[in-house]
Structure formats: C-alpha cells, structure tokens
C-alpha cells in the first residue's frame, strides 16, 4: 500500500481552511489529544487512558466551535479503540460535526519525521504493543514534504521486524520503539528510537491530519466510522465452531 502523509509544515497549511479540529486517540494505554485550528497547533496533550475524557478541549475552545473531530482508528487496545470510536460517533451526531478517521500509525510516523531530516534514505517505523511478544507497525520513507507509506498495518513479532529492516531506522511509538530498536542494533542495524517528548504530539498529528481530510472532502459517514483492528479479537479466535 503506497500513500503519502505531508510533514508537518506542509500538512497544517493543507488543513487551516477546515475550521477548529479535535484529535483524538484512544488506541493505547496513554489518551492522545489534540486541536488545530487556522494552520497551527493549538494543543496537544498525553493523559493516562482513565482520563480520557479530561481536558479536552484545553486550548480555550469549547465542543460548541469545533468544525470537526477527528479519531485514530487504529491499530491499537480493542476496548481502547471501541470507546474512542462510539465517544466521537456520539459527539459527532450530537453536534453535526464531521469526522475523518485517521490511521493510528500514521501519526506516530510523523512525530519521528524531524528526526529523519528529509533523509530520503532513511525508514520510519513506528509500533504500537500488540502483547503476547507482537506489535503493530507499518514502515514510512521521505520522499519530498511528505511520509510515503511502504506497508500496509500488520503486526509481527519484534525479531522478525528486526530481520526485516536494513540501513537506517528511526522507530517511535511506546516503550517497544525502544526494544524495536535494541534488536535491530542488535543485529548490525543502526537505529534509534524518539523520545517520549515527540509522542505528545501525536494528538495534534491526529487532528492535523484530520483537517487535511476535511479540507479534500473526504470525511467519513458518522455510523460508518469504524477501528482497524489489523487481527481479530480473542473472543473471535476462541469462538468454537
């Protein structure tokens, strides 16, 4: 699956006619939140998953303004996707807001994005823990003012990953972008992993992005918002026959 995600500069001028955007991301065990408004960051803040409903709307903005929300979908916790999912579904009915669904792993890859420094030889990889020794990850290259996507989301454990991957590689995400790294160094890799400090702005990445969308019309239908869930739930898997 080849698609491009514009760096920041160049992503926040794409959606400033959209009106005030809220970000949200609930696929982990950290609540991602943001707001964008006219080309700029207005917030963009991590909170502990039980608080997911607090401080929403921390930049001096009320539900009341917002033109759009926009919702990681994913891949991610299963509950934690499910009750970002029908939270935004609900608000958005309520409020007739519009809404784009935003691949969570995407923004992610953005808050590695500086550290690639328009390397165009360089790979993003961000992960998300799956548990029982997986993650979720997809692999991002520069190519001008934009990420260019190389995979589709897919989960895989981190020594095949590991195998996978060669020259340089920048990881981000929890602490696996950590572990991701130290195998693939490991191996004779070189590769490093981004601070917890860039990992608040993937709430402001989401609703970056989800501006982007508004502005091209390609928001989605309220109901028919759903998670990528990438593999199916263990209540599917132990389902007898």
């Keep these: 699956m080849i698609s491009r995600v514009l760096l920041a500069d160049a992503l926040l001028r794409a959606g ?8 949200l991301d609930t ?3 950290i609540a991602h939140l943001g707001i964008v408004s006219e080309g700029r960051v207005l917030a963009s803040v991590a909170t502990p998953g039980r608080s997911h409903g607090a401080n ?3 930049a001096g903005l009320h539900f009341k303004d917002l033109a759009a929300i926009a919702i990681g979908i994913g891949p991610g916790s299963f509950t934690g996707l499910r009750v970002g999912v029908s939270y935004v579904k609900g608000l958005a009915f309520a ?19 500086d550290e690639a420094d328009r ?20 692999l991002y290259g ?26 340089r590689v920048i990881f981000a995400g929890d602490a696996k972008a950590e572990e991701a790294s130290a195998h693939f160094s490991r191996d004779g890799g070189s590769g490093v ?32 918002l759903e998670p990528r869930y990438v593999r199916p739930s263990d209540a599917t898997i132990n389902t007898p026959p």
Aim: aromatic letters at 2%; charged letters at 20%.
């Design 95 to 113: 409020r007739k807001l519009k809404v784009a669904g935003v691949p969570s792993l995407d923004a992610i890859a953005l808050c590695a994005a």
């Design 142 to 167: 520069i190519a001008n003012d934009a990420l260019e996507r190389r995979t589709d989301d897919r989960i895989v454990t981190l020594e095949l990953l590991a195998m996978e991957l060669q020259g």
């Design 119 to 138: 390397d165009c030889g360089v790979t993003i990889c961000p992960v998300i823990d799956a548990r029982k020794g997986e993650v979720y990850t997809s």
């Design 27 to 29: 696929g982990t065990p």
């Design 56 to 58: 929403l709307l921390s």
């Design 16 to 23: 400033a006619a959209a009106g005030p955007v809220l970000g």
């Design 193 to 224: 992993a981004v601070g917890n400090a860039r990992l608040q702005l993937v709430g402001g990445f989401i609703a970056a992005i989800g501006a982007a969308r508004v502005v091209k019309g390609e928001i989605e239908p309220i109901m028919g």
